[in-house]
């Protein structure tokens, strides 16, 4: 009873418990057994199983980190990391019994028991607070039937379905087969591994935390490159093939699965530099520091010049698979920057950015078109109709602009929403279908052409979209630190008070929305180029949305930040297939992650630092 | 002649009327105080003057020109300047960069000199000069925001509770600092529930009372007044 009430153990059990919820929550969904197919090394371990022990691995780092600043025993401590792996596997094991055909009935029985037990313990808890010995029983009647008619309904449920799968259509032999360790036939050797490793990675996360600072920040940067290769082994042998040969890339990858003895040299060398670096990485900091002015620019400069290079040489290093890839994201780039001018230089939540994507691509579309609905069949080439596409788009947020000009925050979303919807009716309607081809969009787009070369291929494509972002970048930071830059900033603040400044809130809004536009409009007509055909479902709220969180999650207002919310948040789907159907479910836990502990995005700009800076700080002057 | 002459203004809410036929003149160099209660559309008239909100009848005369349907940033470009209620400094720009935004509308190569004559009014703005106006104290906000207004070079100054939420030794260097600009010839018009301030720096008054102008005197005698003292000056 005492250790029950000490808060250490309740934080242990409440841990564990979510945790277990967690990995049973995942195998219900499917998605446990959809990661298995992901192994990370080869006849090791699967990205099933990473997500099955990463759970209390990480559980109970967390729950040590926090025990060890209380003051906790080590013995305790991890007594405590076993109990979290023991509880995380605990919900997982009673649906295994449940699924299982000779264990079936505790199902029964358990729906039967536990209205009494449930029942009980809420009258004791009742008797506990000093209630009547009438209202206890009252309490105890009245939850008897009522959590008894909830189970009374699952039986039925479970009677009529014949079994869990006809309920839980994700528990079938799969999800049997990971969570056992392919110890489906034999359960209670299953169920004993399954306890065993759950244990056993409750214990490595104890141990992992008390462990000194070096070896453990070695240990994980080495078991974080590990698992992120194997984890994205298909990339990193796309991006190998380009640079190495058949028979050494065989020696490394069972497909596109990492060896084992390649995982374990991976993994040793990864430690090894994690250590050199947790050893000196502090001491090469300082002395990059101490160094004097000049010289610390030359080796920025030099940086700058590495990083160019590597940005043009990109295609040739990761083959043609992955420059695909980078188009996408370089796409995605050019809508962050553009939009960032509306959201993060002038504070307009702008939601209907997809309309511009539209406009671009459709007019690229139906003005270079060979196809029966292109209305120069040809004449018109990508380079001469990009600036049409250009103009267009701000055309477009200049008219929708204007009758939301007077409308802030929550009601300019709302409205700027509304616009994007209105895009992707109109592409849709039979009033436009002559012109646009309704739900068969526009078909035969001509590639680009570079003198004599067509540029059919994503590495040369990607030559574009880099060009496009390098001038939208240079714009916008101009912008930002120009006179109109300071008008922005004016009315993000406060927009009376910019008025009383002096400045034309109405002509910088305007000015905004159609700058912000154009860079949509570019990036649409690219991305109909690439694709050669255009359809009305391309263009759904979901751009928007997509654009928006990719600028939140790298940071508002920040250039970088953007390019790192693209790689994440539209480069990873892309290349982790697996995730594919999870894809939603991840991308709201993330946001959800992301917005409670990094609610400055990945890469804050300086602005959104200081402002997170002064909320967590107390004021530096005493008040009045 | 009347620097600004206010003519019968009616201005709505919505379907709330607010100002229902407020006039009153300001001359040049005068400090006007507009003193009333809460809700008696002190602020309104305020907002009104500046080009934020529109009257629905009556005129505004400003420097012999009609000025009630003219935009806000262009009035500040024809001198009128506003610090409004709850002072709306740039929290995440420095101190001197706030100063610079009020030069906004300015392309004279006199900036640096203002700046130098507000930190001269304002020492302590200079202390702070690199530092974010986010994290001043209530009066050094305030301070801020009536140094920034002056950078607009303004004829005519609109001060919205330039007293609320500070302490009272900072409420005298504020009133102080209203003091000094009037003597340098810029026009004010105060709007103050701290009568009592108000009508001590300023040369004539006027009590509103639920969007009308109740009556209107030299300050000197609205301070003499019975009923301003009972209802404004809290003296029985």
Same mark, same amino acid.
């Given at each position: 009873?005492?250790?029950?009430?000490?808060?250490?153990?309740?934080?242990?059990?409440?841990?564990?418990?979510?945790?277990?919820?967690?990995?049973?929550?995942?195998?219900?969904?499917?998605?446990?057994?959809?990661?298995?197919?992901?192994?990370?090394?080869?006849?090791?371990?699967?990205?099933?199983?990473?997500?099955?022990?990463?759970?209390?691995?990480?559980?109970?780092?967390?729950?040590?980190?926090?025990?060890?600043?209380?003051?906790?025993?080590?013995?305790?401590?991890?007594?405590?990391?076993?109990?979290?792996?023991?509880?995380?596997?605990?919900?997982?094991?009673?649906?295994?019994?449940?699924?299982?055909?000779?264990?079936?009935?505790?199902?029964?029985?358990s729906l039967k028991i536990i209205p009494f037990v449930a029942a009980s313990y809420l009258a004791w808890k009742s008797h506990a607070q000093g209630n009547e010995t009438r209202q206890v029983a009252a309490t105890w009647l009245v939850a008897a039937l009522l959590i008894g008619i909830v189970s009374f309904g699952f039986a039925l449920i479970f009677e009529v379905k014949g079994d869990l799968r006809g309920v839980l259509v994700n528990v079938d032999r799969d999800w049997v087969e990971v969570v056992t360790f392919d110890h489906r036939r034999e359960l209670w050797t299953g169920i004993g591994l399954l306890l065993a490793a759950s244990a056993g990675a409750g214990l490595a996360g104890v141990i992992m935390r008390i462990l000194p600072d070096i070896p453990r920040r070695a240990l994980l940067y080495g078991l974080g490159v590990t698992l992120l290769v194997g984890a994205f082994g298909e990339t990193v042998r796309l991006i190998l093939q380009e640079n190495l040969d058949r028979d050494t890339l065989r020696e490394i990858f069972r497909r596109d699965t990492l060896r084992q003895n390649a995982a374990a040299v991976l993994f040793i060398v990864s430690t090894l530099a994690g250590f050199l670096w947790a050893m000196f990485g502090g001491r090469a900091q300082s002395e990059f520091a101490a160094l004097d002015d000049s010289r610390r620019h030359?080796?920025?400069?030099?940086?700058?010049?590495?990083?160019?290079?590597?940005?043009?040489?990109?295609?040739?290093?990761?083959?043609?698979?992955?420059?695909?890839?980078?188009?996408? @994201?370089?796409?995605?780039?050019?809508?962050?920057?553009?939009?960032?001018?509306?959201?993060?230089?002038?504070?307009?939540?702008?939601?209907?950015?997809?309309?511009?994507?539209?406009?671009?691509?459709?007019?690229?579309?139906?003005?270079?078109?060979?196809?029966?609905?292109g209305l120069f069949k040809g004449s018109f080439t990508f380079w001469m109709v990009i600036p049409v596409a250009l103009l267009a788009a701000m055309f477009a947020g200049f008219i929708f602009a204007v009758p939301v000009l007077r409308m802030r925050g929550d009601y300019l979303a709302i409205a700027t929403l509304g616009f994007g919807e209105i895009i992707g009716k109109l592409a849709l309607s039979d009033w436009l279908k002559p012109l646009i081809g309704g739900a068969q969009g526009v078909q035969n787009i001509p590639k680009p052409f570079l003198f004599a070369t067509e540029l059919k291929n994503p590495e040369q494509l990607y030559y574009i979209v880099l060009v496009a972002s390098l001038v939208t970048l240079f714009v916008s930071i101009r912008l930002n630190n120009s006179r109109t830059g300071r008008q922005w900033m004016a009315i993000r603040e406060?927009?009376?008070?910019?008025?009383?400044?002096?400045?034309?809130?109405?002509?910088?809004?305007?000015?905004?929305?159609?700058?912000?536009?154009?860079?949509?409009?570019?990036?649409?007509? @690219?991305?109909?180029?690439?694709?050669?055909?255009?359809?009305?479902?391309?263009?759904?709220?979901?751009?928007?949305?997509?654009?928006?969180?990719?600028?939140?999650?790298?940071?508002?207002?920040?250039?970088?930040?953007?390019?790192?919310?693209?790689?994440?948040?539209?480069?990873?789907?892309?290349?982790?297939?697996?995730?594919?159907?999870?894809?939603?479910?991840?991308?709201?836990?993330?946001?959800?992650?992301?917005?409670?502990?990094?609610?400055?995005?990945?890469?804050?700009?300086?602005?959104?630092?200081?402002e997170a800076h002064a909320g967590a700080k107390p004021k530096l002057s005493a008040g009045d | 002649m009347a620097l600004l002459e206010v003519k019968d203004i009616h201005t709505y809410y919505g379907n709330i009327h607010a100002l229902k036929g407020i006039s009153f003149e300001v001359d040049s160099g005068e400090i006007i105080a507009l003193i009333g209660s809460n809700g008696a559309g002190k602020t309104?008239?305020?907002?009104?003057?500046?080009?934020?909100?529109?009257?629905?009848?009556?005129?505004?005369?400003?420097?012999?020109?009609?000025?009630?349907?003219?935009?806000?940033?262009?009035?500040?470009?024809?001198?009128?300047?506003?610090?409004?209620?709850?002072?709306?400094?740039?929290?995440?720009?420095?101190?001197?960069?706030?100063?610079?935004?009020?030069?906004?509308?300015?392309?004279?190569?006199?900036?640096?000199?203002?700046?130098?004559?507000?930190?001269?009014?304002?020492?302590?703005?200079?202390?702070?000069?690199? +530092?974010?106006?986010?994290?001043?104290?209530?009066?050094? +906000? +305030?301070?801020?925001?009536?140094?920034?207004?002056?950078?607009?070079?303004?004829r005519l100054l609109l001060l919205d509770e330039p007293s609320m939420g500070l302490a009272p030794v900072l409420v005298d260097v504020v009133f102080e600092a209203i003091q000094r600009i009037a003597s340098e010839g810029v026009t004010i018009l105060l709007v103050e529930q701290n009568a009592h301030m108000a009508l001590q720096i300023a040369d004539r008054g006027y009590v509103l009372q639920s969007g009308e102008v109740a009556f209107s005197d030299t300050a000197a005698s609205l301070q003499r007044n019975e009923i301003v003292q009972k209802t404004y000056l809290g003296i029985d």
């Open positions: 009873m005492n250790i029950l009430a000490s808060q250490a153990s309740r934080r242990v059990l409440g841990l564990g418990l979510l945790s277990g919820g967690f990995i049973l929550f995942a195998g219900v969904i499917g998605m446990v057994a959809a990661f298995h197919e992901r192994e990370i090394v080869d006849d090791f371990i699967s990205l099933g199983q990473v997500l099955l022990l990463g759970s209390p691995f990480i559980t109970s780092y967390l729950m040590a980190a926090r025990l060890t600043e209380t003051g906790e025993d080590p013995p305790v401590i991890l007594a405590g990391g076993a109990l979290i792996g023991l509880l995380t596997a605990l919900p997982t094991v009673i649906l295994l019994l449940f699924n299982s055909d000779e264990y079936r009935y505790l199902l029964d029985a030359t080796m920025r400069n030099l940086g700058m010049l590495l990083f160019a290079a590597l940005l043009l040489a990109l295609p040739w290093l990761i083959g043609r698979t992955l420059s695909d890839v980078a188009v996408t @994201i370089g796409i995605f780039v050019l809508m962050g920057l553009g939009l960032n001018i509306a959201i993060g230089l002038a504070g307009l939540l702008d939601l209907g950015y997809v309309t511009n994507y539209a406009v671009g691509a459709y007019i690229l579309a139906v003005l270079t078109s060979i196809g029966p609905l406060d927009e009376d008070v910019a008025t009383a400044m002096g400045i034309d809130t109405a002509r910088a809004k305007l000015l905004a929305f159609t700058l912000s536009a154009a860079t949509g409009g570019v990036a649409g007509a @690219i991305f109909a180029a690439k694709v050669g055909t255009v359809f009305p479902n391309s263009f759904t709220v979901f751009i928007s949305i997509n654009v928006l969180s990719l600028i939140i999650v790298g940071g508002i207002a920040s250039n970088p930040g953007i390019v790192v919310g693209a790689v994440v948040l539209i480069g990873m789907p892309e290349l982790l297939r697996e995730f594919s159907d999870f894809r939603f479910l991840m991308y709201g836990a993330l946001l959800i992650l992301m917005m409670i502990n990094r609610p400055q995005g990945l890469i804050p700009s300086k602005l959104v630092m200081h | 309104t008239t305020l907002r009104t003057i500046s080009g934020l909100m529109a009257p629905r009848e009556g005129s505004i005369i400003y420097g012999g020109r009609e000025i009630s349907a003219m935009r806000a940033d262009l009035l500040v470009l024809r001198g009128i300047s506003m610090v409004p209620e709850g002072r709306g400094v740039f929290a995440k720009l420095t101190v001197e960069e706030n100063l610079d935004m009020g030069a906004y509308i300015r392309s004279d190569g006199r900036v640096a000199e203002d700046l130098n004559s507000g930190y001269a009014m304002f020492p302590r703005l200079k202390e702070r000069r690199k +530092q974010f106006a986010g994290t001043l104290s209530g009066g050094e +906000q +305030q301070m801020l925001a009536i140094a920034r207004a002056l950078m607009s070079k303004p």
